[in-house]
């Protein structure tokens, strides 16, 4: 080949500082066919060669190149003018560096669709290039390049941010978007240099030795790249578009791993694992290497990782809010049977999706006192803090499912005001100084302190205050960006989301930033409120809903204490002009409880007060709270009340951690659109009876069993039975959601077993029951259960008349990961709730999902799920909700089974040992103390338990059963539930972004 242009070589023309390159042979070579965009060293090659090309190309119209070598002492200057398609400026750069030229400065300038580009080069020596015969070469190349790039070219550009504040310099604008005006290529060589270069430039290890856990970050860093891409453009057409926006408010967050949800949504799940296997890596191990991100305990803050996906896949300008706790939901460890908490240490290595905002912060006050002065004729009210601490922002993007749009979950985590209190160190006092940043810390330390004490009472006050305080300081700075001063449009831009009680201070909070900081008046904050707030409430249980110590919110938020006092002054003074002097209805609404010496702040009242909406999350649920815990809020405003059934993601829940059944679904529907529009699954029925398609079905339900049969034994040591019924029960420890029940009829079962001859146990099905679930480190009646639960299971899985008819296993440390596992390997689900306790739940809509059929009560969203699937495909049993408050009242007077108090009594006896240990749980099942219902509900359960084995006998049955219960969960879809939140509450319209031409990741969906 030829030297490169500017290189100091000597030849026949001239001496040592000619730059010229000559044709080696005459002869011109055709090339119109070797022009491409990959090949600017191939046409340098091409035009050493003396190769006459370009002229007959047709390209660009709008093209012109002008390479001057004489206006500038320094520099040869190359301008083009062209049309503007994305990825020119890296292009020339490229080229000319091919050419052995250095670009020193480059000036880019932009209209419309045109762009004026200049580069200011020097040859490898640094001086100008100025030979004639180099200048025409150089522009001949460029020429060719250019044209075949316009001729090629169909990626995507990315949009043009038209509110930068760079208007007054539109040449560093114009600079800033060429040099990033198209994606990130998705193709396998792209994303191995993109994971690569992570590994050396990002976590700074070699490239020829990286780990498992390396290639997890590195992996999980490229992907995030593509998410930052989208992030960035979303949020840029919000701010163009300026559209209603809504903030959902969650104390938790219980996301689960982002790289399989994030590869799968991107459409790049096959892109990446071909890549990685290439370089010599599993995607199943990377896979293993992420941590679940706890952040929740269960139901709640999982529906609102559900949300947030459909948020994004909905295309909703939306937010997530919540706090970026150090140590999420304890880690549970179970020692020969007792429940251990250890700290989930979950960032200790990082956390590679999120990203730190340093510059997002703000001041969060604590304790103090309030002064009262006049200003300006009229008071105000300033709050002198006694301590201080700052918000720090991370955000992680949340994609959607076949959209360019990518939304956001931020997380605040606290720091001290000042990071190191140095004049007390400098003094002498070094704990002090210590103490000050970690006392700032420990806020957001913990998911959920114990609070049974007073100090962790404070500390979970605090934890809520902490949240919603920088979350409506950033939502308003958000909001006054393109608003200046005025807050007439706020609600008409703001909708703010309540995720239960937990964010309710933000109301109080809300009202002393529009009047204390901004300067607005009550009647105006009170209004705005008012018009901003929706509130979803979670329970029918009384002693669920949230208080605080009024002397608590006195101590720690003083002027919110006052606040929610005229608040509350105002309501009941509203309410005497409705109702009159009927104190016993005012004092019962009042969101200050008063009695037995204590005041109380009720923080559902005060969100019932403040919000235009409160709903329910099942049909049962929304019912049960117009008639129980708010019948007397009902009645004076009943047009607040609303349902929304919850839902879940069908991409986590279903196409994702379930590929085997997926692809079968998609294969037989001919679409894969049913993961976006659920109630396409309704097709199913179609081919519930037909053989060939059962016997698939059954096929991909064993591969799953398997799957969890090998998590079991990683996770307790046990070999289960993969020939017997799968019966799960997997959710929080709670009396309520009746383990203890489950518990009682496998004692049932095995003393049957135990009872029949080897002939008569062969024919009985067999069943291996698998429980999981936390219980709260301060529910000691709750862990009582889970030593049970294990003490069961140790007689049973150690009995060799029993084998493997029946085995009983409990499942530690249940979390998202196992539940993807565990989900599509199921066959039976329990969800037994006493009727009238369960809001709604969301695991159920999951195992239904996913083919498993559901043994239950009409509780909650088991009342929806019969009502789709049929009640005739489910095992109902049990009271009715209505019947329950009349059965408690006469709960010792009832005549209970026999059977029921002799298991009580095996138990208590110390049948499997540790009887004084287990006599409070006998004792909380005995007379008035039963109070959810056990021996009422027990017989109705043993028959709906003889209902599934008799099922279960009959394959074809079963697994047409199985069918139909995917077939009817198509409105179970988060999607549904967000589309009737946004329309019905929020009054939030879609924003999605125009998609890019050919935009590779979010294409036309195709078979998983």
Same mark, same amino acid.
């Given at each position: 080949?030829?030297?490169?242009?500017?290189?100091?070589?000597?030849?026949?023309?001239?001496?040592?500082?000619?730059?010229?390159?000559?044709? %080696?042979?005459?002869?011109?070579?055709?090339?119109?066919? %070797?022009?491409?965009?990959?090949?600017?060293?191939?046409?340098?090659?091409?035009?050493?060669?003396?190769?006459?090309?370009?002229?007959?190309?047709?390209?660009?119209?709008?093209?012109?190149?002008?390479?001057?070598?004489? #206006?500038?002492?320094?520099?040869?200057?190359?301008?083009?003018?062209?049309?503007?398609?994305?990825?020119?400026?890296?292009?020339?750069?490229?080229?000319?560096?091919?050419?052995?030229?250095?670009?020193?400065?480059? =000036?880019?300038?932009?209209?419309?669709?045109?762009?004026?580009?200049?580069?200011?080069?020097?040859?490898?020596?640094?001086?100008?290039?100025?030979?004639?015969?180099?200048?025409?070469?150089?522009?001949?190349?460029?020429?060719?390049?250019?044209?075949?790039?316009?001729?090629?070219?169909?990626?995507?550009?990315? &949009?043009?941010?038209?509110?930068?504040?760079?208007?007054?310099?539109?040449?560093?604008?114009?600079?800033?978007?060429?040099?990033?005006?198209?994606?990130?290529?998705?193709?396998?060589?792209?994303?191995?240099?993109?994971?690569?270069?992570?590994?050396?430039?990002?976590?700074?290890? #070699?490239?020829?030795?990286?780990?498992?856990?390396?290639?997890?970050? *590195?992996?999980?860093?490229?992907?995030?790249?593509?998410?930052?891409?989208?992030?960035?453009?979303?949020?840029?057409?919000?701010?163009?578009?300026?559209?209603?926006?809504?903030?959902?408010?969650?104390?938790?967050?219980?996301?689960?791993?982002?790289?399989?949800?994030?590869?799968?949504?991107?459409?790049?799940?096959?892109?990446?694992?071909?890549?990685?296997?290439?370089?010599?890596?599993?995607?199943?191990?990377?896979?293993?290497?992420?941590?679940?991100?706890? +952040?929740?305990?269960?139901?709640?803050?999982? +529906?609102?990782?559900?949300?947030?996906?459909?948020?994004?896949?909905?295309?909703?300008? *939306?937010?997530?809010?919540? @706090?970026?706790?150090?140590?999420?939901?304890?880690?549970?460890?179970?020692?020969?049977?007792?429940?251990?908490?250890?700290?989930?240490?979950?960032?200790?290595?990082?956390?590679?999706?999120?990203?730190?905002?340093?510059?997002?912060?703000?001041?969060?006050?604590?304790?103090?006192?309030?002064?009262?002065?006049?200003?300006?004729?009229?008071?105000?009210?300033?709050?002198?803090?006694?301590?201080?601490?700052?918000?720090?922002?991370?955000?992680?993007?949340?994609?959607?499912?076949?959209?360019?749009?990518?939304?956001?979950?931020?997380?605040?985590?606290?720091?001290?005001?000042?990071?190191?209190?140095?004049?007390?160190?400098?003094?002498?006092?070094?704990?002090?100084?210590?103490?000050?940043?970690?006392? *700032?810390?420990?806020?957001?330390?913990?998911?959920? &302190?114990?609070?049974?004490?007073?100090?962790?009472?404070?500390?979970?006050?605090?934890?809520?205050?902490?949240?919603?305080?920088?979350?409506?300081?950033?939502?308003?700075?958000?909001?006054?960006?393109?608003?200046?001063?005025?807050?007439?449009?706020?609600?008409?831009? !703001?909708?703010?989301?309540?995720?239960?009680?937990?964010?309710?201070?933000?109301?109080?909070?809300?009202?002393?930033?529009?009047?204390?900081?901004?300067? +607005?008046?009550?009647?105006?904050?009170? $209004?705005?409120?008012?018009?901003?707030?929706?509130?979803?409430?979670?329970?029918?249980?009384?002693?669920?809903?949230?208080?605080?110590? !009024?002397?608590? !919110?006195?101590?720690?938020?003083?002027?919110?204490?006052?606040?929610?006092?005229?608040?509350?002054?105002?309501?009941?003074?509203?309410?005497?002009?409705?109702?009159?002097?009927?104190?016993?209805?005012?004092?019962?609404?009042?969101?200050?409880?008063?009695?037995?010496?204590?005041?109380?702040?009720?923080?559902?009242?005060?969100?019932?007060?403040?919000?235009?909406?409160?709903?329910?999350?099942?049909?049962?649920?929304?019912?049960?709270?117009?008639?129980?815990?708010?019948?007397?809020?009902?009645?004076?405003?009943?047009?607040?009340?609303?349902?929304?059934?919850?839902?879940?993601?069908?991409?986590?829940?279903?196409?994702?951690?379930?590929?085997?059944?997926? $692809?079968?679904?998609?294969?037989?529907?001919?679409?894969?659109?049913?993961?976006?529009?659920?109630?396409?699954?309704?097709?199913?029925?179609?081919?519930?009876? $037909?053989?060939?398609?059962?016997?698939?079905?059954?096929?991909?339900?064993?591969?799953?069993?398997?799957?969890?049969?090998?998590?079991?034994?990683?996770?307790?040591?046990?070999?289960?039975? &993969?020939?017997?019924?799968?019966?799960?029960?997997?959710?929080?420890?709670?009396?309520?959601?009746?383990?203890?029940?489950?518990?009682?009829?496998? @004692?049932?079962?095995?003393?049957?077993?135990?009872?029949?001859?080897?002939?008569?146990?062969?024919?009985?099905?067999?069943?291996?029951?698998?429980?999981?679930?936390?219980?709260?480190?301060?529910?000691?009646?709750?862990?009582?259960?889970?030593?049970?639960?294990?003490?069961?299971?140790?007689?049973?899985?150690?009995?060799?008349?029993?084998?493997?008819?029946?085995?009983?296993?409990?499942?530690?440390?249940?979390?998202?990961?196992?539940?993807?596992?565990?989900?599509?390997?199921?066959?039976?689900?329990?969800?037994?709730?006493?009727?009238?306790?369960?809001?709604?739940?969301?695991?159920?809509?999951?195992?239904?999902?996913?083919?498993?059929?559901?043994?239950?009560?009409?509780?909650?969203?088991?009342?929806?799920?019969?009502?789709?699937?049929?009640?005739?495909?489910?095992?109902?049993?049990?009271?009715?909700?209505?019947?329950? &408050?009349?059965?408690?009242?006469?709960?010792?007077?009832?005549?209970?089974?026999?059977?029921?108090?002799?298991?009580?009594?095996?138990?208590?006896?110390?049948?499997?040992?540790?009887?004084?240990?287990?006599?409070?749980?006998?004792?909380?099942?005995?007379?008035?103390?039963?109070?959810?219902?056990?021996?009422?509900?027990?017989? $109705?359960?043993?028959?709906?338990?003889? =209902?599934?084995?008799?099922?279960?006998?009959?394959?074809?049955?079963?697994?047409?059963?199985?069918? +139909?219960?995917?077939?009817?969960?198509?409105?179970?879809?988060?999607?549904?539930?967000?589309?009737?939140?946004?329309?019905? @509450?929020?009054?939030?319209?879609?924003?999605?972004?125009?998609?890019?031409?050919?935009?590779?990741?979010?294409?036309?969906?195709?078979?998983?």
């Amino acid at each position: 080949g030829a030297a490169p242009l500017g290189r100091n070589s000597r030849n026949s023309r001239g001496g040592a500082n000619t730059f010229v390159v000559r044709p %080696r042979r005459a002869a011109p070579v055709a090339l119109k066919s %070797r022009v491409d965009v990959r090949g600017s060293r191939r046409m340098t090659r091409a035009v050493a060669e003396g190769a006459d090309i370009g002229g007959d190309v047709e390209g660009d119209a709008d093209l012109s190149i002008v390479v001057d070598g004489d #206006s500038d002492a320094q520099f040869t200057i190359v301008s083009i003018k062209a049309t503007n398609r994305p990825g020119i400026l890296q292009l020339m750069k490229t080229t000319l560096e091919d050419l052995g030229l250095s670009v020193e400065k480059t =000036e880019v300038d932009m209209e419309g669709d045109l762009t004026a580009d200049t580069f200011y080069v020097t040859g490898d020596n640094g001086a100008k290039v100025d030979d004639v015969y180099d200048l025409a070469n150089i522009k001949q190349v460029i020429k060719v390049v250019l044209n075949a790039h316009y001729l090629k070219s169909n990626q995507g550009a990315r &949009p043009k941010d038209t509110t930068s504040f760079l208007e007054t310099n539109p040449r560093q604008k114009d600079l800033l978007y060429s040099l990033m005006d198209s994606y990130a290529k998705n193709d396998v060589l792209s994303v191995q240099k993109s994971i690569v270069d992570h590994v050396e430039y990002t976590l700074a290890r #070699s490239r020829y030795r990286f780990d498992d856990f390396e290639a997890y970050q *590195a992996t999980s860093m490229s992907v995030r790249d593509r998410l930052i891409e989208s992030w960035n453009d979303t949020q840029q057409y919000f701010r163009e578009q300026d559209p209603k926006r809504v903030y959902y408010l969650s104390m938790e967050f219980l996301m689960g791993r982002s790289l399989t949800n994030s590869l799968f949504n991107l459409d790049l799940n096959g892109t990446y694992r071909e890549a990685l296997k290439q370089l010599g890596y599993e995607m199943e191990n990377l896979v293993e290497k992420e941590r679940d991100a706890a +952040l929740g305990n269960g139901g709640l803050g999982r +529906l609102a990782a559900c949300f947030l996906d459909s948020m994004a896949s909905e295309n909703l300008p *939306a937010w997530g809010y919540g @706090i970026r706790y150090q140590y999420g939901m304890f880690r549970q460890e179970v020692i020969e049977g007792f429940q251990h908490e250890n700290p989930d240490y979950w960032l200790n290595f990082g956390n590679p999706w999120e990203i730190e905002r340093p510059n997002i912060a703000y001041p969060i006050k604590f304790y103090g006192n309030v002064e009262i002065l006049e200003v300006e004729g009229r008071q105000a009210y300033i709050w002198n803090s006694g301590e201080e601490v700052t918000a720090i922002a991370y955000d992680t993007p949340i994609p959607g499912w076949n959209t360019p749009n990518t939304i956001n979950l931020r997380l605040w985590s606290a720091k001290p005001s000042r990071e190191f209190d140095l004049e007390s160190f400098n003094t002498g006092d070094y704990v002090q100084a210590i103490l000050a940043k970690q006392r *700032a810390e420990t806020i957001s330390a913990v998911l959920y &302190p114990d609070d049974r004490t007073y100090q962790g009472k404070e500390l979970r006050l605090k934890q809520q205050f902490f949240m919603v305080s920088a979350t409506l300081q950033d939502i308003i700075r958000r909001y006054l960006v393109t608003h200046e001063d005025t807050f007439d449009d706020f609600p008409d831009k !703001v909708a703010l989301q309540l995720n239960d009680t937990h964010p309710t201070i933000g109301v109080p909070e809300l009202m002393r930033l529009l009047m204390d900081e901004h300067g +607005l008046g009550w009647t105006k904050a009170w $209004d705005i409120t008012t018009r901003v707030f929706s509130f979803t409430n979670h329970t029918v249980l009384p002693e669920a809903l949230e208080k605080w110590p !009024v002397d608590l !919110v006195e101590n720690v938020l003083p002027r919110h204490m006052q606040i929610i006092y005229d608040i509350n002054w105002r309501f009941t003074q509203e309410l005497r002009g409705i109702m009159g002097d009927d104190y016993d209805t005012i004092g019962r609404m009042s969101i200050i409880e008063e009695g037995d010496g204590m005041k109380n702040v009720r923080m559902a009242h005060l969100a019932l007060i403040a919000s235009h909406t409160v709903n329910g999350v099942a049909a049962i649920h929304s019912e049960l709270i117009k008639t129980t815990i708010f019948k007397d809020f009902y009645q004076i405003m009943p047009e607040k009340f609303q349902n929304k059934t919850n839902g879940v993601t069908q991409r986590r829940w279903l196409a994702f951690c379930n590929p085997k059944l997926s $692809d079968l679904i998609t294969e037989t529907l001919g679409t894969s659109a049913w993961i976006k529009e659920l109630d396409l699954l309704s097709d199913l029925r179609l081919h519930c009876d $037909d053989p060939a398609f059962q016997a698939k079905w059954a096929a991909v339900k064993r591969d799953n069993k398997l799957r969890l049969a090998e998590l079991v034994k990683q996770k307790t040591g046990v070999d289960v039975n &993969p020939n017997a019924l799968f019966d799960i029960q997997v959710k929080r420890i709670h009396e309520y959601k009746r383990q203890l029940l489950n518990v009682m009829y496998i @004692i049932h079962r095995y003393n049957a077993l135990k009872a029949m001859t080897p002939a008569e146990r062969e024919k009985q099905v067999a069943r291996c029951v698998i429980i999981g679930g936390k219980a709260a480190p301060g529910y000691d009646m709750a862990k009582r259960i889970i030593k049970l639960i294990s003490a069961v299971g140790d007689t049973v899985n150690a009995d060799p008349e029993i084998g493997d008819k029946l085995q009983l296993v409990f499942l530690p440390d249940y979390n998202v990961s196992s539940a993807e596992i565990i989900v599509p390997g199921s066959e039976l689900s329990q969800h037994i709730s006493t009727a009238g306790t369960e809001a709604s739940g969301t695991s159920n809509m999951k195992f239904a999902m996913n083919g498993c059929l559901i043994i239950g009560t009409m509780d909650g969203a088991n009342v929806e799920i019969a009502e789709e699937i049929g009640q005739e495909n489910m095992f109902i049993f049990g009271a009715r909700a209505d019947v329950v &408050p009349g059965l408690r009242r006469e709960r010792e007077f009832f005549n209970v089974p026999e059977e029921f108090y002799t298991i009580v009594d095996q138990i208590r006896n110390g049948y499997f040992g540790w009887s004084d240990f287990f006599a409070p749980v006998c004792d909380a099942v005995c007379g008035a103390q039963d109070f959810y219902l056990l021996a009422n509900d027990f017989n $109705d359960y043993i028959r709906a338990q003889e =209902e599934v084995d008799e099922n279960y006998l009959n394959q074809a049955l079963w697994t047409k059963k199985s069918i +139909l219960s995917v077939a009817g969960s198509g409105k179970f879809s988060s999607d549904r539930t967000i589309r009737q939140y946004a329309e019905d @509450i929020w009054d939030v319209k879609p924003a999605k972004r125009p998609m890019p031409t050919n935009p590779k990741p979010y294409g036309k969906p195709h078979k998983m």
